[in-house]
C-alpha cells in the first residue's frame, strides 16, 4: 500500500497577500528554479521562468557573478472597471536570481535562448582556466 507523506505548512493558510505586500506594484514571483553546471568548456545555467518571456528577463554578468532579472507587467484595459473579479491571480510579477559562476568566463561570447518557459545560457569558459596539454619532449 503507497501512502503519501504531506509536510504540514502553517504558511499556506494565510492567503498570499493578507498584509498587502504585494499592493506595492510588482509581486516578487519565488518560483524560478535555477540550474548551474558545467559541460566541457562552458558554464550552463538554466532557469525555469513561466509567464515570462524573452522581452521580459535581462542578464548581467559582472566579475564572475550571473543575474538573471524579470519583469512583467499586468494587462490592463480601460473596460476593467466594469468587470467584477472573484479571483485574480494574474499579476505584474517580477524575479532575480544570481549565482557566482564556478570559474571565470567570456561574457562577450554568451549565448542565451528562451523556449518553452525554459531560459538556457551558455557562457564559455576563459582560455586561461582551461586545461592545457603540455608535449613532452624527449632529449636523447
Known amino acids: ?26 509581486a516578487e514571483y519565488d518560483d524560478v528554479q535555477m540550474d548551474l553546471y558545467e559541460e566541457k568548456d562552458d558554464i550552463i545555467v538554466k532557469l525555469k521562468a513561466p509567464g515570462f518571456g524573452k522581452d521580459d528577463i535581462n542578464i548581467q554578468i559582472e566579475s564572475n ?11 490592463r484595459k480601460e473596460d476593467d472597471s466594469s468587470r467584477k473579479y472573484y479571483k485574480k491571480e494574474i499579476r505584474s510579477m517580477s524575479f532575480s536570481r544570481s549565482a557566482e559562476l564556478p570559474t571565470m568566463v567570456k561574457a562577450d561570447l ?9 531560459l538556457t545560457i551558455t557562457l564559455p569558459k576563459s582560455e ?11 632529449v636523447e
Not at 503507497?2 to 502553517?10: A, D, H, I
Not at 554568451?110 to 525554459?118: L, R, T, V
Open 128 to 138: 586561461e582556466v582551461k586545461p592545457k596539454t603540455i608535449d613532452i619532449d624527449v
Open 65 to 75: 557573478t550571473i543575474t538573471v532579472t524579470g519583469n512583467v507587467k499586468e494587462e
Open 1 to 26: 500500500m503507497n501512502r503519501r507523506l504531506t509536510v504540514w505548512n502553517p504558511w499556506r493558510m494565510v492567503p498570499r497577500d493578507a498584509f498587502d505586500w504585494d499592493d506595492w506594484g510588482f
Open 110 to 118: 554568451a549565448n542565451a535562448k528562451f523556449q518553452n518557459g525554459i
